[in-house]
């Protein structure tokens, strides 16, 4: 081959990989080489070079063709030493206000460890956050799960609370977020007595055979009153929370997410404005696309429009609730229960059907994107029948990406039609972590538990779907997804494969944090993959998930985050 036809073919080779080259303006801000980089791409492809301009990826290719073509004198060429270059992670369902509040600002009683804990260890936990409670103050904590507590669905309950405080008021969320527990004191100061009547909106609660509160709550609008009288905290610490929770989250490679209930804690209007104050003051490592909570919205609600914000921040979304947990036994199931053993208990909607199809139409023909929490079958039922309706004469209803989350009880039958429609799941893969064997020992049967965040069946179905955390309902850690749902290992020995029809590749688990789930949450056109044009939004990882063993990917360091080109700190 003569030179000059290697050169115009090397020529040739740049025109493709980068068609925004400019001979005046090819000078590259950043250069990474010198490790994999893995573009997730539509052809999953690897490639030796990356330059970013102006927050940027503006080429990929050969290292000597990138350099040859971006390097300039002022260019940072960074040696990736044999690490990873990859799309920063997509975390397409979480709650920063909430896991804020509940992580930074509260007793963190989580424990996604073995062993499981006991009331007594709890309670000792509990007193122990005692000494931190201020004169006047309410001890709050999240993260106890009694299906997660030994033994199996041990709970809380007022009497019990009352041995830690007679005199500080107590409240406690579940680790779902569905359910609380209060001691006698919290129920005194918040008025709630045995003949108070239950919340709208499938707020309970519990009482015993005689009638007597039990000190437990399902559902928020039950927490309302007690939250209602516990002390606020500051703008100031709140800012500092969420930052806080932020940064954490870019640890993890975490690069964009979803906050999937602005409004659900001190309203739409505050949560709004601290979002605003903290991406006015640059002082957030990761984008947001936010959907506002619909149980938190006033009648008539539009102050803010769908698309409102930028690329950092925008609001896309209005978000419900439509069942409960799973695990809580609140989920809303078309079949009982198997725990316990000849229960006739299947959950129950949070909504009437034509009470929160009235209510999706409202905002969807707004232009809003549409989310539903459907743990359960039934739920999931009322979810795709109300989209039904809404894209019906559409002729592309994939374009409103409409989202259904967890999908974790589910039917055959309701993947298909899901695919049909256009509709993406996005699933808490950490219930066939640390839930897998309590659903599949008893909450809800073999047959029923193998069927959980059915990722097979929708990827045979020629759909999408995405995995994230749901934080603070369990911790946010991409890499972890992948290895969850590559392996679909439960947790408690001895350790078990939950579905192994479920199971998909690395590489489409790796879309479902990356591309496919910036594309749930409309901004797979500025990053979820490495491509010419996109966002410089990076991760570097100690070694390439793709030639790593599925179960050790989760234990893969991240070691970097970049956003528009530039390192951002933790």
């Not at 931190?132 to 993260?143: D, E, I, K, R």
């Not at 079949?335 to 969807?364: C, H, Q, R, T, V």
């Not at 429609?421 to 808490?428: D, K, M, R």
């Amino acid at each position: 081959m003569t030179l000059f036809l290697r050169s115009t073919l090397a020529a040739c080779c740049m025109l493709v990989l980068n068609p925004l080259v400019n001979a005046a303006d090819s000078n590259a801000d950043t250069i990474f080489f010198g490790g994999p980089i893995v573009t997730v791409n539509a052809k999953n492809e690897e490639v030796d070079a990356l330059a970013v301009q102006n927050g940027k990826i503006v080429a990929l290719g050969k290292k000597d063709a990138i350099t040859k073509q971006w390097q300039s004198k002022s260019t940072k060429l960074i040696d990736l030493k044999g690490q990873t270059l990859m799309p920063g992670f997509v975390e397409p369902h979480v709650h920063i206000m909430l896991t804020a509040v509940f992580e930074g600002l509260g007793l963190n009683l989580s424990n996604f460890t073995l062993p499981y804990d006991t009331l007594d260890t709890l309670s000792q936990k509990l007193k122990a956050g005692l000494k931190n409670v201020p004169p006047g103050g309410w001890l709050f904590g999240f993260g106890v799960d009694p299906s997660r507590t030994t033994p199996f669905m041990a709970e809380l309950t007022a009497d019990e609370l009352d041995k830690v405080s007679k005199d500080v008021p107590i409240f406690i969320v579940n680790q779902s977020g569905h359910i609380a527990y209060v001691n006698h004191k919290a129920l005194e100061l918040a008025g709630v007595t045995d003949k108070t009547p239950n919340p709208a909106g499938g707020g309970v609660y519990v009482k015993d055979a005689k009638g007597k509160l039990t000190g437990k709550l399902i559902e928020p609008p039950s927490f309302l009153p007690f939250m209602a009288k516990m002390p606020n905290p500051s703008e100031a610490q709140l800012f500092s929370a969420v930052q806080g929770t932020m940064k954490k989250m870019a640890s993890t490679g975490v690069t964009s997410a979803s906050e999937m209930s602005v409004g659900g804690n001190f309203g739409v209007d505050k949560e709004i404005a601290i979002y605003k104050n903290i991406f006015a003051k640059n002082a957030s490592p990761i984008r947001v696309r936010g959907y506002l909570f619909s149980q938190a919205l006033p009648a008539g609600y539009n102050t803010i429009k769908p698309n409102d914000g930028d690329d950092k921040l925008r609001f896309i979304g209005i978000k419900y609730i439509t069942d409960g947990s799973t695990q809580g036994l609140t989920a809303a199931l078309n079949d009982p229960y198997s725990y316990p053993k000849g229960s006739k208990w299947s959950g129950a909607l949070n909504y009437k059907d034509a009470e929160i199809y009235a209510s999706m139409k409202s905002y969807f023909d707004q232009g809003w994107q549409i989310s539903s929490h459907s743990n359960g079958d039934k739920a999931i039922d009322q979810a795709l029948n109300s989209y039904s309706k809404l894209l019906a004469g559409n002729p592309k209803p994939q374009e409103r990406r409409l989202r259904i989350e967890h999908f974790t009880v589910n039917h055959e039958s309701q993947v298909k039609k899901a695919v049909q429609l256009g509709v993406i799941p996005s699933f808490t893969i950490g219930h066939v972590n640390y839930w897998g064997a309590a659903f599949h020992d008893h909450i809800i049967g073999p047959e029923r538990a193998k069927r959980i965040d059915p990722a097979g069946d929708f990827k045979r179905a020629g759909g999408k779907f995405t995995l994230h955390s749901d934080s603070p309902v369990s911790n946010v850690g991409p890499l972890n997804y992948v290895s969850e749902e590559v392996t679909r290992l439960w947790q408690l020995p001895p350790q078990k494969v939950l579905g192994p029809t479920q199971t998909v590749t690395v590489d489409d688990a790796i879309r479902a944090i990356t591309i496919d789930a910036a594309y749930q949450i409309f901004a797979d056109n500025i990053v979820g993959s490495l491509e010419v044009g996109k966002q410089a939004d990076l991760v570097v990882l100690e070694k390439n998930p793709r030639k790593t063993p599925p179960a050790d990917i989760r234990n893969i360091k991240v070691k970097e985050t970049w956003i528009d080109g530039k390192q951002v700190s933790w």
